[in-house]
């Protein structure tokens, strides 16, 4: 026996309730059920009341409301829970129903569960969803992956909540990702590309308030202009709105200036890093952000060392002090420089997330479509800009794009945004002001372009102590040398 709901969601919290919601304002009727059972009370009785919903106070009675195939989607905290969920929800199910984990979940877990429940006869799907709680209710970005056979069921209402773009606002940001763990893989990159696009916008925020003396009402002003240009992004509008929200809480002034400088973090990011270095590829701005955070994080041992440590002032070394003083010097041109190493980080962020999306497709033979992935980061999600649509552009004339750096549009803008980069860097090393993710952006442009780099004395030192090997530039083969008989007598 099964019920007359097209859809069932496990999880009320913020997230689940908004999507739940959202489903049902497209035409469907939603079953919803939740551990604590008072939550679905509350739904019903309040956002719900008088809308399509069935409310549930056991998994039984839940799973029991949905038809066939069933569409059981759990939006609830990644690890352990979502385990008993799928435990229990198994032998509740039919062959053919479809289970649905919409959380921050690990790929690997996603893996594994795709294994499981398949076996027990049932269709799996891991889909990250991205957009915070308007988007869920408005509009998120959906990237799903798992059983294949298990989407055409699922297309329909999934593109149908999904966010909208294109000039008709009719492309849903939601299509097939790949196989098991592909989709949950997909969000993870998007959530480490949003850790480096923040910590960028913050460096940038810090080098303009700092060195540049701009105010919040002339910070407002240089990122709603830079909202209307290639930056545009929902982070640099909402960027813009904080520089002019007023403390709330009965102090003076700016709310953003009595935040204390101590960054959270849920592990999205810390994952990609280590996926990075486990696939050898240099995913250098995520794990540069993750780093960022990390030290902001130690603001009692930084509040001590800043009474020890000094950085550079004129008396110590005038000349270079006023090398930087006269970067900065004009306002209207260390605004624009600013704005260009900004761009041009930000394009180099998103090659590195392409790169390992597209190391980790060969490793798991996921057959990932990149343009694709592009578009579903267009609308709905926190990294959604208006320059994605040109990477979109980009794997679709190129599939197989080695880097974004080598399309003609990425390459030219980042040859024009050079100059204003390099002497952003610069300045904020001379001044001492941390920019570690413009830093960590511009050394992986310079060594990417380098033919050479001086891995050679690398190799050599660890052919010397440990006999690694090492290949020629002017003959095939792997060499190793007696460095002691070689080198030179003292």
Not at 300 to 315: F, H, I, M, Q, V
Not at 387 to 398: G, S
């Amino acid at each position: 026996m099964s019920g007359d709901c097209d859809f069932g969601l496990i999880g009320l919290a913020v997230m689940g309730e908004n999507l739940a919601l959202n489903v049902e304002s497209r035409g469907y009727k939603v079953a919803v059920y939740n551990r604590t059972t008072s939550k679905v009370d509350e739904l019903i009785e309040g956002r719900a009341k008088g809308k399509n919903f069935v409310g549930t106070h056991t998994l039984e009675d839940f799973v029991a409301a949905v038809a066939r195939p069933r569409k059981l989607m759990m939006l609830v905290k990644a690890g352990p829970a979502v385990d008993a969920i799928i435990d229990s929800l198994i032998p509740l199910c039919d062959e053919g129903d479809i289970i649905i984990d919409g959380g921050n979940t690990y790929y690997v877990d996603t893996e594994r569960r795709t294994k499981l429940v398949e076996e027990a006869g049932l269709l799996y799907v891991g889909a990250g969803v991205s957009g915070g709680e308007e988007g869920a209710l408005k509009g998120p970005s959906l990237m799903p992956g798992g059983t294949e056979a298990a989407w055409p069921h699922i297309k329909d209402m999934f593109q149908s909540i999904a966010a909208k773009v294109g000039p008709n606002n009719d492309i849903p940001c939601c299509e097939w990702v790949g196989p098991r763990g592909a989709g949950h893989y997909v969000k993870m990159v998007h959530n480490g590309i949003e850790y480096g696009d923040m910590q960028l916008i913050c460096e940038a925020y810090q080098l303009l308030h700092e060195l540049g003396g701009l105010s919040n009402e002339e910070l407002y002003d240089v990122f709603a202009k830079w909202n209307e240009g290639v930056l545009q992004s929902y982070l640099i509008e909402i960027t813009r709105d904080i520089f002019s929200a007023k403390d709330d809480q009965g102090g003076d002034g700016f709310l953003v200036d009595q935040i204390l400088d101590v960054a959270g973090a849920k592990g999205t990011g810390k994952w990609m890093s280590q996926l990075a270095l486990d696939l050898g590829v240099p995913s250098t701005l995520v794990t540069t952000a993750v780093f960022a955070r990390g030290l902001s994080a130690q603001k009692e041992a930084r509040t001590r060392a800043s009474k020890k440590l000094n950085g550079p002032t004129d008396s110590n070394n005038p000349e270079m002090s006023a090398l930087a003083k006269s970067l900065v010097g004009d306002k209207a041109a260390f605004v624009q420089a600013v704005h260009d190493a900004l761009y041009a980080s930000k394009i180099v962020s998103y090659a590195q997330g392409f790169v390992q999306l597209q190391a980790a497709s060969a490793e798991h033979d996921w057959g990932l479509d990149y343009g694709q992935s592009a578009l579903l980061w267009r609308g709905g999600c926190i990294i959604r800009a208006q320059f994605l649509d040109r990477i979109k552009e980009a794997f679709d004339e190129q599939p197989n794009l080695e880097n974004l750096l080598l399309y003609p549009y990425f390459e030219e803008a980042v040859e024009n945004a050079q100059s204003g980069w390099r002497a952003v860097v610069s300045a904020a090393s001379l001044l001492g002001i941390p920019v570690p993710a413009f830093s960590a952006a511009l050394n992986y442009f310079d060594g990417y372009r380098l033919e050479r780099l001086p891995a050679n004395l690398l190799q050599a030192q660890r052919d010397y102590f440990g006999a690694h090997t090492y290949q020629r530039v002017d003959r095939e083969g792997t060499f190793h040398s007696e460095w002691l008989d070689l080198r030179k007598q003292p």
